[in-house]
C-alpha cells in the first residue's frame, strides 16, 4: 500500500472528529488518496502525543481508541489511514502511556 502523506497530529484528530478546523483541501487530500488506493500515514509519535493530550484534558477520552481501530479494521475498505509503526497498532493505551513516564537520561 503507498502512503500519500503522513498526518500531523491535529489532523489525525480533526478528521477523526470531522471537525470544521481540517481543511477543504486535507479531506479533500485524504478522501482522494483513499480513493486512489493509497493511505495516509499515522506515526507512533502522534500516538503519543494524543495520550499526551487525553490526559492532559484537551481532547476526548476515546480518541485514541478511536485510532486504532481505525488503524486495526480490517473491513475499512477505504483504510483512509496506515500506521507507519505497524506494532503500535496493536498497543493499548497504556503501552503507549508508559513512553510518556519513561525517565531520560
Sequence with gaps: MTIAAIA????????????????????AFIAHAAQSGASVGVSGMTMVEIVYLVEKGRIPRDTLERLLRLLSDPDDVSRRYLSITPSLKRCGRSIVSRCLTCPTA
Excluded at 500531523?8 to 479531506?27: M, N, P, Q, Y
Design 8 to 27: 500531523d497530529t491535529h489532523a489525525v484528530i480533526w478528521s477523526l472528529f470531522g471537525d470544521s478546523r481540517l481543511s477543504a483541501a486535507a479531506r
